[in-house]
Nanobody
């Protein structure tokens, strides 16, 4: 069964940068989409960036131009480079991985979440 392990969260001042990593292991299934959601108190989990196996990316308007998602297919790892961070970027960041052929018997896998706190 696939597992995702995240790293890279922490505390940073506004205007600073952080890089999140999320590594998949434990399964031989090919991964299609990978991406990141953000959970903030009182709000629904928000999709902020995603990337296809071929490298096509998509971003939420709130992070466009500041965050960059990338992946290393050989390492089954997705990254999120976050620049020009703002206090409103504070939250728990969850990575996910969708297997090729996503279906109820072959579901999405979630990471455990990593806290990002941006101080003003």
């Amino acid at each position: 069964q696939m597992q995702l392990v995240e790293s890279g969260g922490g505390l940073v001042q506004a205007g600073g940068s952080l890089r999140l990593s999320c590594a998949a292991s434990g399964s031989s299934v090919s991964i299609d989409y990978m991406g990141w959601y953000r959970q903030t108190p009182g709000k629904q989990r928000e999709l902020i960036a995603r990337i296809t196996r071929g490298g096509t990316t998509g971003y939420a308007d709130s992070v466009k131009g500041r965050f960059t998602i990338s992946r290393d297919n050989a390492k089954n790892t997705v990254y999120l480079q976050m620049n020009s961070l703002k206090p409103e970027d504070t939250g728990v960041y969850f990575c996910y991985a969708d297997p090729v052929g996503l279906r109820p018997s072959l579901p999405r896998t979630w990471g455990q979440g990593t806290q990002v706190t941006v101080s003003s």
